[in-house]
């Protein structure tokens, strides 16, 4: 069983046996030994049938929210990181979710199941109307991911950007919108949409940084 953890912010290490699962080319080093392989359908097949692997394929090629991964297995310690981006790990209680955008997630264990959810609020941002979730099924769930900057952990009720938004555990959230007269005339305060999560004690983890948010849309 490998466990995970955060050396000097940027780095992630994985230490024990066995395997888990990483964004493919987040090996940066490691002492023991250890092979990889890429990820051709689910990471979920040795537990599931071949079609359900494929239609799981399929649906996060279909929502965007399809990384490629890699299965490690062996045993030492493993470094993974991503430009230098900062590294959180989040363990998960039994029966846990947590929704996180995919070009945030950097690693999770083989306790973990792996799939996407419609989340359907995110239209008006690049967040897209799903988002990958992760499931804790085993003894060990834990998910690693990467922010921009320091992140910053909020608990539930909150009310947040999403552009900003990277990941959060409990009910997916509604959107809370700021229209009025003045945003009509170009006056806004450019902050008319926000996602607000209500159900207390969740967790929700946001960046210092935004993504490009609205809709690019042109008429050539």
Known sequence: ???????????????????FYCRVGAMIAYKGNFTSEKVLLDPNSRNQGLFRSVMNLASRKLTGENIPLMRVSGS??????????????ITLQPGQSVGVESENLLAFTEDCKYGVRFIGVGVVSQKGLFTTNLTAIGKNPQV????????????????????????????????????????????????????????????????????????????D
């Open 1 to 19: 069983m490998f466990n995970f953890s955060v050396y000097q912010e940027l780095t992630c290490i994985a230490e024990g046996s066995g395997q």
């Open 144 to 219: 690693v991911i990467t922010t921009e900057g320091n992140p910053i952990v909020l608990e539930t009720p909150c009310v947040v950007d999403p552009d900003a938004v990277v990941c959060w555990t409990g009910p997916d959230p509604q959107f809370k919108f700021d229209v009025n007269w003045k945003t009509f005339i170009g006056q806004s305060s450019g902050e008319s949409y926000c996602f607000e999560f209500t159900q207390p004690g969740e967790i929700v983890i946001i960046q210092p940084s935004e993504r490009i948010s609205g809709l690019d849309i042109g008429i």
């Open 76 to 89: 030492g310690t493993y470094y993974m990181a991503n430009r230098a981006r900062h590294i959180s790990v």
